[in-house]
């Protein structure tokens, strides 16, 4: 769990993200994020094109594929 504080920035306030969580969900300073509210909390993703989607789905059956079984005997 990280603890962070909101920063003046001119009219408005920021939070700096930084550079390990970035590296963790794979964003740079450019990446554009989908920011959605329950009225309570945020969370913050990054919006990824159609090819990074298409490579992580890939990724994600490939995984499955190989570790499925072995995964769902580890969940029961």
């Known amino acids: 769990m990280m ?3 909101l920063t003046k920035h001119g009219n408005s306030y920021a939070m700096v993200i930084d550079k390990p969580i970035l590296e963790l969900i ?34 994600v059956a490939m995984v499955h594929k190989r570790f499925g079984k072995a995964m769902k005997k580890l969940a029961e």
Do not use: H, M, W, Y
């Open 3 to 5: 603890i962070k504080t």
């Open 26 to 59: 794979q964003a740079t300073p450019d990446t554009p994020f989908e920011i959605i509210s329950d009225g309570r909390s945020l969370v913050l993703t990054p919006v990824r094109n159609s090819e990074e989607e298409k490579k992580f789905d890939s990724a």
